[in-house]
């Protein structure tokens, strides 16, 4: 298992290949929604992958806010399989690489409400009342360091 930073202009073809694949297979197929995943934030993010042999098994994405520039976002949060602690391990790098590499004040991210609680014990407080986001609840959370 091995954990990769990258930024989408180093990303090879395979490994972004396959953190397309992980995310349409979850936030597409298995959560039944029809929304365009590829949202143009790709290309100046950087990327948290795990890759085990050839399978992307977790991802996500860091971007740097193009208002405030203390502000960072992680987005696209997912693992192919719950319990294994892989969520923990990118979403602590992530956390990490936004206060130090961005010299972040603050973290924003907007969790899916059954996710809250996973969130929360990684230092993010809820900021907002329930909004739809491609028809799944969710609710806007902020890490402050």
């Known amino acids: 298992m091995d954990i990769l930073l990258k930024h989408f202009n180093e990303l090879t073809n395979k490994e972004l290949y ?31 992958f795990i890759m085990e042999g050839d399978q992307c098994t977790a991802c996500l994405r860091c971007f740097m806010d193009e208002e405030d520039k203390k502000l960072a976002h992680i987005g696209r949060v997912v693992t192919r399989s719950h319990g294994k602690g892989q969520g923990g391990l990118i ?4 956390i ?11 973290i924003y991210l907007e969790a899916q409400c059954y996710c809250l609680g996973y969130y929360e014990k990684y230092g993010f407080k809820v900021i907002s009342d329930e909004i739809m986001v491609d028809g799944i609840p969710h609710k806007k959370m902020l890490y402050k360091r």
Do not use: P, T, W
């Open 18 to 48: 396959e953190i397309m694949k992980l995310r349409s297979e979850i936030f597409v197929v298995e959560q039944n929604c029809v929304c365009l995943d590829m949202d143009g934030i790709d290309c100046s993010s950087f990327h948290i």
């Open 91 to 94: 979403l602590q790098k992530g």
């Open 96 to 106: 990490d690489f936004c206060l130090e590499q961005y010299g972040a004040d603050s």
